[in-house]
């Protein structure tokens, strides 16, 4: 599996935007970049997820370098609702069948 | 559209019981994945059905075995229950879509926190 690596724990003034990065360098050229957050004791919540280029939605960014072995998930206005646990997450076709797995994440922090 | 629901939301069982979990995966899904999260750990991959069939499992033992259902909602059982056995139990459900391309999303339920005692 290609394996991510993320920052354990990071702080984020309110109102300000959130940058989490993520390095995944052995990355293959099929697979997907997704992000998702666990808030303390829910289920996984999808983000966003991408393949080479930049991606938006209603909740964040999410910014690929061109040689696609690191990330960024660009929260833009952090609110302490967003403090929760983001796992970057490379996605990867295994034996005709997808899976996922899952690091440690990064425990994001938004302080009022 | 009901998203990926998991019951029951918590339970307590006693060391060498057995239990069941169920899920319902998203309405359109037909692949459902399950999952254990250890307190302070991400989520470890167990097992992944399609088309009533186990595709692949993770490093866990025979105690943990599953079901498919044609409609295509899905058990996790675990027999001979340990104290670390203890944990959340996470479904994830993804439509198969196109084999190879991994951009299909992949959905998780809230979870059954499981105890142990």
């Known amino acids: 599996d290609a394996k991510t690596t993320q920052p354990t724990s990071m702080d984020c003034a309110e109102g300000r935007a959130a940058n989490l990065p993520c390095n995944h360098s052995?990355?293959?050229?099929?697979?997907?970049v997704y992000w998702y957050r666990q808030i303390h004791s829910q289920g996984p919540q999808y983000i966003i997820h991408?393949?080479?280029n930049n991606e938006t939605n209603e909740m964040a960014s999410l910014i690929i370098t061109e040689d696609r072995k690191s990330s960024t998930l660009i929260l833009p206005h952090a609110t302490l609702r967003d403090t929760a646990v983001y796992y970057c997450?490379?996605?990867?076709?295994?034996?005709?069948?997808?899976?996922?797995?899952f690091g440690i994440g990064t425990k994001l922090q938004v302080i009022p | 559209d009901a998203g990926v629901t998991q019951s029951p939301t918590h339970l307590i069982k006693t060391r060498g019981q057995q239990v069941t979990l169920r899920c319902s995966p998203k309405?359109?899904?037909?692949?459902v994945s399950w999952y254990q999260q250890a307190l302070g750990q991400g989520p470890q991959f167990i097992f992944q059905?399609?088309?009533?069939?186990?595709?692949q499992r993770g490093n866990f033992p025979d105690r943990f075995s599953g079901h498919q259902f044609p409609n295509y909602s899905s058990e996790l059982n675990v027999n001979a229950l340990l104290l670390g056995d203890s944990a959340l139990y996470l479904c994830?459900?993804?439509?198969?879509?196109?084999?190879?391309?991994?951009?299909?999303?992949?959905?998780f339920g809230e979870g059954s926190w499981l105890t142990v005692v």
């Open positions: 052995t990355i293959s050229g099929n697979e997907y």
């Open positions: 991408g393949l080479k």
């Open positions: 059905y399609y088309e009533e069939e186990e595709r």
């Open positions: 309405s359109g899904h037909d692949t």
């Open positions: 994830a459900s993804s439509p198969s879509g196109t084999r190879g391309v991994t951009g299909n999303t992949i959905y």
């Open positions: 997450i490379v996605r990867v076709y295994s034996g005709g069948y997808q899976k996922v797995t």
